[in-house]
Nanobody
Framework: QVQLVESGGGLVQAGGSLRLSCAAS????????MGWFRQAPGKEREFVAV???????IYADSVKGRFTISRDNAKNTVSLQMNSLKPEDTAVYFC??????????????WGQGTQVTVSS
């Protein structure tokens, strides 16, 4: 059974930083893209960042220059370093495994999500 488990969410003041981590089990994702998506209250899930199997990355315009996605294939993990956080970054953040089309929020596996709240 494949599981993706996120950690690292919490409450932070605007301008602060958080680091999200996602640990995968049940299969290896070293050959596939992994990503982060988020969903704010009352809004649809949206793309945040995706990283390919060899480390290439793409970011949503809203987080470019502030967030950094990384992966450790040996540990089967993906992380999201979030700096200069803004209140509009408040959302539940989801880890995704084997991302098919990031621009359509399509992935084969999803974590349960971790809450990130940024206070002003």
């Amino acid at each position: 059974q494949v599981q993706l488990v996120e950690s690292g969410g919490g409450l932070v003041q605007a301008g602060g930083s958080l680091r999200l981590s996602c640990a995968a089990s049940g299969r290896t994702f070293s050959s596939y893209s992994m990503g982060w998506f988020r969903q704010a209250p009352g809004k649809e899930r949206e793309f945040v960042a995706v990283i390919s199997w060899n480390g290439g990355s793409i970011y949503a315009d809203s987080v470019k220059g502030r967030f950094t996605i990384s992966r450790d294939n040996a540990k089967n993990t993906v992380s999201l370093q979030m700096n200069s956080l803004k209140p509009e970054d408040t959302a539940v953040y989801f880890c995704a495994g084997r991302v098919i089309r990031y621009y359509r929020n399509e992935a084969d596996y999803w974590g349960q999500g971790t809450q990130v709240t940024v206070s002003s």
